[in-house]
Each structure stands twice: as C-alpha cells, then as structure tokens.
C-alpha cells in the first residue's frame, strides 16, 4: 500500500518562471488537497478535488495559481509568473470519504530566487 | 485570525514523563479534530483524530481529549520517548472537510534524555 506521492520534491526556479507540481493521490482516495506550508506556519488549505471535480478553489492564493484532476487520479499544481514569496513546501494529501483523515505526502519544497 | 491555536512555540519534557500539548479554536462549526506530526523536509504524519461527538479518544501511548464548551483539546503522549521529538500540529475540519483542515501553527516538541 503506497502512500501520497510527490514530484519533484524540490525545485529551484528563477522569478517569473512557471512551475509546476505533481499530487499521486493513494490509490482508492477519491477526495484530494493542496496546501502551502511557509515557515514557522501550519499549512494552508488551497484548492481541494473530488473526483475530477475541483470543488473549492477560492482560496488559492492569486490568479497565478492553478490546478488540475483532469481524470480523477493525479493532480497538478501550476503557478505562473513565479515571485519570491512563492517559496514555501507545497503540500498535497487525499483521504477516502468525508469524516476521514487526510494522509500528506512529502511535499514539493519550492525555492523561487 | 487565527481559528486554530497552539499558544507553545515549543515544549521540552523528560523521557518517559507524560507531554501535553494544546490547542484552543474559535470556529464553533468545526466538528472533527486531528494531530498530525511532522519532521523537517517531510509531510505531515497523521497520529490521532476525534470528533465532536466525542471528548476522549485513545490510541497507543496517544491520547486526545476535547473540551467543546472551552473550544479546547489536548494531546497527551505517555510515556514520551525520543523518537516523539517533532513538530506537532493541530488541525480541525467543518462541512465534511469541504474547506480543507486548518491548521494551528505547531508545538515542537522536544524529548530530553
């Protein structure tokens, strides 16, 4: 039984590039989260999907901010025109129906300079 | 303002003592609580949860204990050994997690021989 996986678990970019991030959810989760995590902060709930539905995406950050679950399996994360404050651990958990505990992967560590 | 709070930066406790650790919320439609841990340059790691339908919830060395009417809960870890030296975080959820868990910004917790 595989966890939440992540990739790239680090990226390093340069101001006003895109990047972005890949969520494998576990395998039988049908729910699945994105959340920034900045320094000395818990994370921070940004866009969440059932199935392929993206039912909550008011509180990503900006309009540089995007994401996908084009077939109800992965997901991804985008941010255009990256900025230095961009750089925090990106953070994707699923879990398997409501009332059920989220599991988190790794995190995408990204460093935007 | 924050709706998950955990007022101890940090916490260091004896090994083999009991360690308790806080949390306080304001959001009065939040109905389902978790502790998570978590080590640098990692995701967080799911411990224990309870619902608001409950006030005690044990599993292990972990116990968590709600106090609805104070918006209080607590972990207590006993007996505490080195390998619980983390960051430890508070989350709540309402609306079936429809809004993603909030968070608390951590307690590091540290475990002295």
């Known amino acids: 039984d595989t966890g939440v996986s992540q990739d790239p678990r680090h990226k390093i970019t340069k101001r006003g590039q895109n990047v972005t991030f890949r969520c494998d959810p576990i395998s039988e989760h049908n729910r699945l989260y994105w959340y920034r995590q900045t320094l000395g902060q818990g994370p921070e709930f940004l866009t969440y999907?059932?199935?392929?539905?993206?039912?909550?995406k008011s509180r990503l950050l900006s309009d540089r901010f995007s994401a996908e679950r084009p077939k109800g399996s992965f997901s991804t994360l985008e941010i255009q025109r990256t900025e230095q404050g961009d750089s925090a651990m990106y953070l994707c958990?699923?879990?398997?129906?409501?009332?059920?505990?989220?599991?988190f992967g790794p995190g995408t560590r990204l460093l935007v300079l | 303002d924050q709706q998950v709070k955990q007022n101890s930066p940090s916490l260091s406790v004896q090994e083999g003592r009991i360690s308790i650790l806080n949390c306080d919320y304001t959001?009065?439609?939040?109905?389902?609580f978790l502790w998570y841990k978590k080590y640098p340059a990692e995701g967080p790691t799911f411990l224990i949860s309870?619902?608001?339908?409950?006030d005690k919830n044990e599993d292990g060395r972990f116990t968590v204990f709600l106090n609805k009417s104070a918006k209080h809960l607590s972990l207590h870890i006993v007996p505490s050994q080195p390998g619980d030296s983390a960051v430890y975080f508070c989350?709540?959820?309402?609306?079936?997690?429809?809004?993603?868990?909030?968070f608390g910004k951590g307690t590091h917790l540290i475990i002295q021989p």
């Open positions: 999907f059932q199935n392929e539905a993206q039912l909550e």
């Open positions: 989350a709540a959820s309402a609306r079936g997690g429809a809004d993603g868990l909030t």
């Open positions: 958990a699923s879990r398997e129906g409501p009332g059920e505990t989220q599991y």
């Open positions: 309870i619902s608001s339908i409950k």
């Open positions: 959001n009065s439609m939040f109905d389902y």
